[in-house]
Nanobody, 124 residues
């Protein structure tokens, strides 16, 4: 069992930056692929970014490429999402997720564990 706890969300002006963190419990964190998803009010959950277990492969949705960076520190059981040049349309609850297979996926239902989310609000 893996427990995930997100932090780092908040209110920021357009053009600003935030760094989200996701701390994972358990000894097997380093073998899991990790992903970030988001859900805005009235919208479906959408994929944001993912990273393979080793960090060698990363995946991003087109709308965040060049602005968001996913990274992980397996010694700290933590995955990060650095977000710059934030836009109002980035406003959402951001969730991290873990995938046992070790390889990143764009599809939420292939992830095995989820955090409770952290709110990101970008004002215009």
């Amino acid at each position: 069992q893996v427990q995930l706890v997100e932090s780092g969300g908040g209110l920021v002006q357009a053009g600003g930056s935030l760094r989200l963190s996701c701390a994972a419990s358990g000894r097997t964190f380093s073998t899991y692929a990790m992903g970030w998803f988001r859900q805005a009010p009235g919208n479906d959950r959408e994929f944001v970014a993912a990273m393979s277990w080793s960090g060698a492969s990363t995946y991003y949705t087109d709308s965040v490429k060049g602005r968001f960076t996913i990274s992980r520190d397996n010694t700290k059981n933590t995955v990060y999402l650095q977000m710059i040049s934030l836009r109002p349309e980035d406003t959402a609850i951001y969730y991290c997720a873990a995938r046992r297979s070790g390889y990143g996926s764009y599809t939420g239902n292939t992830y095995d564990y989820w955090g409770h989310g952290t709110q990101v609000t970008v004002s215009s």
